[in-house]
Nanobody, 125 residues
Framework: QVQLVESGGGLAQAGGSLRLSCAVS????????LGWFRQAPGKERELVAG????????DYADSVQGRFTISRDNAKSTLYLQMDSLKPEDTALYYC??????????????????WGQGTQVTVSS
């Protein structure tokens, strides 16, 4: 059973930075597509960024393109999300998620069958 544990959330000011981490265990890390999703109150869960199993392909939501960077360390079985130039609208519960494929990351929530418990990010104006 694959388990994901997020860390690194918290409170930041607009224009500031945060770095999220997601420790993954229980599977062959290098065979999983990984993604960061977020969900704000009253809104649907959405893909923020996804990365292929090899790390060679990244995909970003338009709203975070150029501000957020997803990366993975296959030796440490850890996923990261570097968030810069934060905006109040980035406030949400952030989840890391995974599914087993060597293909490109999907943006569909239903494709991901392993999820972390979430970490709160709050950006003040």
């Amino acid at each position: 059973q694959v388990q994901l544990v997020e860390s690194g959330g918290g409170l930041a000011q607009a224009g500031g930075s945060l770095r999220l981490s997601c420790a993954v265990s229980g599977g062959t890390f290098s065979e999983y597509v990984l993604g960061w999703f977020r969900q704000a109150p009253g809104k649907e869960r959405e893909l923020v960024a996804g990365i292929s199993a090899t790390g060679s392909f990244e995909d970003y939501a338009d709203s975070v393109q150029g501000r957020f960077t997803i990366s993975r360390d296959n030796a440490k079985s850890t996923l990261y999300l570097q968030m810069d130039s934060l905006k109040p609208e980035d406030t949400a519960l952030y989840y890391c998620a995974a599914y087993h494929t060597m293909g490109q990351p999907s943006s569909g929530v239903r494709n991901y069958n392993y999820w972390g418990q979430g970490t709160q990010v709050t950006v003040s104006s």
